[in-house]
């Protein structure tokens, strides 16, 4: 009876071949192969059949903190600097002793177009031809925190030949459905004062659009491409 050994190809002078790409190693008499099932190629370093491969994945997330929120006032005249001729803002008189804040829950509590972050009663119109009090922003009243993760993954599928890939790609924004609220009513006097209009993003507080939506649901898309 003939003993005999196994023993796997040495990996140093393969190494190279890792950098290069698809194109440059036909030049060489080498091409490049992605196990797709198992079992599926033998390496013939580790003696062992290749892990199934040609998957890529992605992801970006986004995480910011509440950005302060601020109020403003209607009708508001002050001589020379008014805002009309300067570009400047209106701000309310604040009352002493008074939480400008109106909410101290999460945001899974807040009721979309019912609930004020901002307390009416801690602010009073300023007279005409006066500055307000108000700070230019509340640092203690701030919009909710934006948190959005958005996924992705795609497989290249060799079809025929190696020239021939079949790519799919799978896209999920937003994937755990979260939202943000924006288009705060900034202004004391009406009737939506201090409540959020829509939700658009972590900066949706800066824009005045009060079209009333919730900022965008669960997102998913994929995609088939053919390369040859």
Request: hydrophobic fraction near 40%; charged fraction near 15%; charge should be neutral.
């Amino acid at each position: 009876m003939v003993s005999f050994q196994l023993s796997g190809i040495p990996y140093e002078p393969f190494a190279p071949l890792f950098a290069l790409s698809d194109q440059e190693l036909p030049k060489i008499n080498a091409r490049r192969v992605i196990a797709d099932s198992k079992p599926g190629y033998p390496c013939r370093v580790s003696l062992t059949d290749a892990a199934i491969g040609g998957w890529t994945l992605g992801g970006v997330d986004t995480y910011a903190t509440g950005f302060p929120l601020f109020v403003q006032e209607n009708n508001w005249t002050a001589g020379t600097f008014a805002g009309a001729a300067t570009g400047g803002n209106a701000r309310p008189n604040v009352v002493p002793g008074a939480n400008p804040s109106a909410f101290f829950g999460k945001l899974g509590d807040y009721k979309f177009g019912t609930t004020a972050k901002i307390n009416a009663a801690a602010f009073t119109q300023a007279p005409n031809y006066t500055f307000g009090d108000a700070p230019k922003t509340l640092g203690n009243v701030r919009n909710f925190t934006h948190k959005e993760e958005d996924l992705q993954a795609s497989k290249r599928i060799p079809l025929f030949t190696e020239r021939v890939n079949f790519l799919f790609r799978f896209d999920a924004f937003n994937i755990f459905n979260r939202h943000s609220f924006g288009c705060m009513d900034y202004h004391i006097g009406d009737p939506a004062f201090g409540q959020f209009q829509c939700g658009t993003g972590p900066n949706a507080e800066t824009n005045n659009n009060e079209s009333g939506i919730v900022s965008s649901a669960r997102t998913l898309q994929a995609n088939f491409r053919i390369t040859f």
